[in-house]
């Protein structure tokens, strides 16, 4: 943000309704610079009741290919309203439960390397763009014959030849952590009391469903049926 008048427009793709929202000055000395305001502002909307280290955070931080990026990935769409019917993901998983984070993290990391691959921006996503009207843009736009299936393979393809970097550079299952206070109980707030247990278990599922060896390392057939085995 270079700067404001005092007033924000507010566009929702999804209901295609714009709306004049004015900033309070209090807030403007509070958060001085486009930075710091930028985030307020999109804080602000923010569900209270969404805890950062929710089941399906704590899992795609910890097996992100460049750490704990939130851009590699964005699994807290699909635990509060963003389903993907073309590529399995029918029914919401439980936001406070480690049931099903596996396959939600797994597709949305896929996802979410599609997303930066079209160079889109992200916020596409939360606001409307579906995955089959990204595969009718990109495909009228280059003359490709996508599905949404065969997109969120190209994905899987990225994730996988990242992984292998990984790898190379000794990486394996014991990096997939995050520090200890993360599997502390909250003091306070909507997620007091819980940690995202049962953590290994879940680790353990995500491997097997990308086809990786329960070290994090990727089976020679993942590679041959992704055609990466030159990568190895």
């Given at each position: ?26 807030i ?19 569900d ?28 807290h ?23 099903g ?12 390397v599609?997303?930066?691959?079209l ?20 495909n ?12 969120i ?80």
């Amino acid at each position: 943000m270079q700067g404001n008048w005092g007033r924000i427009l507010d566009i929702d793709l999804t209901s295609s309704e714009i709306t004049d929202r004015r900033i309070d000055n209090t807030i403007q000395r509070l958060y001085a610079g486009g930075s710091a305001l930028g985030t307020r502002l999109l804080h602000d909307p923010v569900d209270p009741a969404t805890p950062a280290l929710s089941p399906g955070n704590v899992l795609y931080f910890a097996t992100g290919t460049c750490g704990a990026s939130h851009r590699k990935g964005f699994p807290h769409l699909g635990e509060q309203s963003m389903l993907l019917p073309e590529v399995g993901y029918t029914d919401m998983t439980d936001r406070d439960s480690m049931e099903g984070k596996a396959f939600l993290t797994k597709l949305f990391q896929d996802y979410a390397v599609v997303v930066d691959s079209l160079a889109i921006c992200a916020f596409m996503q939360n606001n409307g763009l579906t995955l089959p009207q990204t595969v009718e843009v990109l495909n009228a736009i280059t003359g490709a014959d996508y599905d949404p299936v065969s997109l969120i393979k190209v994905g899987e393809r990225a994730t996988n030849l990242q992984r292998v970097f990984n790898n190379r550079a000794g990486f394996t299952r014991a990096h997939d952590r995050l520090p200890v206070r993360m599997f502390e109980p909250a003091e306070q707030g909507p997620g007091k009391g819980r940690v995202p247990d049962p953590f290994d278990e879940a680790l353990s599922e995500y491997y097997r469903l990308r086809g990786w060896s329960q070290d994090g390392v990727p089976a020679d057939e993942t590679l041959a049926e992704l055609e990466l085995s030159l990568s190895v």
